[in-house]
């Protein structure tokens, strides 16, 4: 299951929150007791492994000297 970030438009409180993707939507809570809150949309990670990630690995090397 997914975590989710939120903030409180209330007192300001950043938290996270588990939802089944299902209850995505659903309304969290603050910390505090407080309804007002909003989803923060965060980026997400990212990890590349093994090889054919840069530029240089499937370059066609006599096309820099076409140019």
């Given amino acids: 299951m997914p975590f989710y ?10 938290f996270e ?3 089944s993707f299902k209850d ?3 309304r969290a809570v603050c910390p505090n ?3 007002q809150t909003m989803k923060v949309v965060t980026a997400p990670a990212v990890v590349y492994k093994g090889s ?3 530029v240089t ?5 006599s ?5």
């Fill in 33 to 35: 007791g407080h309804v």
């Fill in 5 to 14: 970030n939120y903030v409180c438009k209330e007192c300001g409180a950043h």
């Fill in 17 to 19: 929150q588990w939802h």
């Fill in 63 to 67: 096309s820099e000297n076409s140019g």
């Fill in 52 to 54: 054919g990630f840069y």
């Fill in 24 to 26: 995505a939507d659903a």
């Fill in 57 to 61: 690995d499937h370059r066609d090397r």
